[in-house]
């Protein structure tokens, strides 16, 4: 079965999220970054409905994982 990639603009669609670029960089750049130990779904910020779609993406290694680790790597990085 083919896996079918997902874009950063098209997980924030999915979140609920405005999904422009320059909304995805300043939502990162506010959030970030995220402690060592804090996996994505766990952030203060996700709704519930957010974090179990998050949760699920990344447990179920779902087509929407390959995006979910990025931007879990996007948050956890101090810049």
Known sequence: MEK???SM???FAQLGQPNDDAAIDRFIASHR???ESMQLHEAPFWTPAQACFLREAILQDADW???A???NAELHVRH
């Open 9 to 11: 603009n098209q997980l």
């Open 4 to 6: 079918h990639l997902h």
């Open 65 to 67: 994982s390959e995006v």
């Open 33 to 35: 970054p995220l402690p």
């Open 69 to 71: 680790d990025e931007l």
